[in-house]
């Protein structure tokens, strides 16, 4: 058979899927063999959405770190945001395009949803969608839970095409397509207001969010311009007052070590203390007005290129 031809059969393509994700661990890639597998699922899964005409969806939370960076912190949600429709439009949108077979013996189907937009934040509205995964003639796989977000506002930041830096090198197993995310500075300027917010009177307990802020101020190239237009957007949209850096409470300091000890680049930054700093030291010349241009250089923990 040649080697361009697809896959014949549901097994052939399991078979594959762990043959190329083991190549690809040795080589360095991802932080298991297990993770490569189940985010080779979500990638035949968000190629489906992301060919859709005219997508209305974009990529958010762990699943975009993830697709930047396949060391980021493991998540098992799909997170996507969509402009303000409703939320039954937006899952019939999603389960129109998941449906679409690309010729790679894997099927994903509705199972249900519920809402989470919750009273801690009733300008959100939220659900959790469960679709079932089957590999014809091999069986079914978890399902994938996606965390489906409808935003009242515009992006501050243009979306981003991305090719998923987690994406397996398999040309038999069907067409595949960049994902649209949203960028890194509207995604910094979600956690950090996230983390400065109160829902129903209390302090945020995310954890993930400093872990999350840490992992992008010492990976990710930031444009000073944006990442300032981005928060200030974010704090508007969320009436917070106005801020130059942030105090993390200790609700989500005291889960951070824990979060933090599964994510290989910050197995020297399990202190939060230490974690916050280097957020700040990213946030603050930016926000305060103390540089108008710049990119944060992520190697060196440094502005450059500055504008003041």
């Known amino acids: 058979m ?28 991802g932080t298991s063999v297990q993770s490569l597998i189940e985010l080779a699922i979500f990638d035949r899964f968000l190629c489906r ?13 762990g699943t975009n770190m993830l697709a930047r960076l396949p060391g980021a912190r493991r998540t098992t949600d799909v ?37 989470t937009g919750g009273r801690n934040q009733p300008e959100l509205q939220a659900a959790a969608v469960a679709f079932s995964v089957t590999v014809r003639g091999a069986g079914t796989q978890n399902p994938i839970n996606v965390d489906l977000a409808i935003h009242k506002r515009t992006p501050a930041a243009p979306l981003e095409k991305i ?21 890194v500075e509207d995604q910094i300027a979600d956690k950090v207001c996230a983390t400065l917010s109160m829902f129903g009177g209390q302090s ?42 942030i105090v993390v409470p200790r609700s989500m300091t005291d889960g951070y070590s824990k979060v933090a000890r599964t994510v290989p680049l910050l197995i020297d930054l399990l202190n939060p203390d230490d974690a916050i700093s280097v957020v700040n030291a990213m946030l603050q010349p930016a926000l305060s007005g103390d540089l108008r241009e710049g990119q944060w250089d992520p190697t060196h923990q440094q502005w450059v290129g500055v504008t003041e």
């Open 163 to 183: 090719t998923p830096a987690f994406r397996l090198d398999m040309s038999r197993l069907g067409p595949v397509v960049d994902y649209q995310a949203i960028a």
């Open 49 to 61: 959405v992301f060919s859709a005409p005219d997508c209305p969806f974009a990529l958010k939370g």
């Open 79 to 115: 997170d996507l945001e969509t402009p303000e429709m409703t939320i039954d439009e937006a899952i019939t949108q999603l389960r129109a395009a998941v449906s679409v077979d690309l010729g790679d013996h894997l099927e994903f189907r509705y199972l249900r949803h519920r809402d």
């Open 204 to 245: 945020s307990t995310r954890s993930k969010d400093l872990v999350d802020l840490a992992i992008l101020a010492r990976t990710m190239p930031i444009s000073a311009k944006q990442l300032r237009v981005s928060v200030h957007t974010e704090a508007l949209h969320r009436h917070l007052p106005t801020f130059t850096s």
């Open 2 to 29: 040649s080697n361009d031809q697809p896959y014949p059969n549901g097994r052939a393509v399991l078979s594959a899927i762990k043959e190329k994700a083991v190549a690809a661990h040795r080589s360095g890639l």
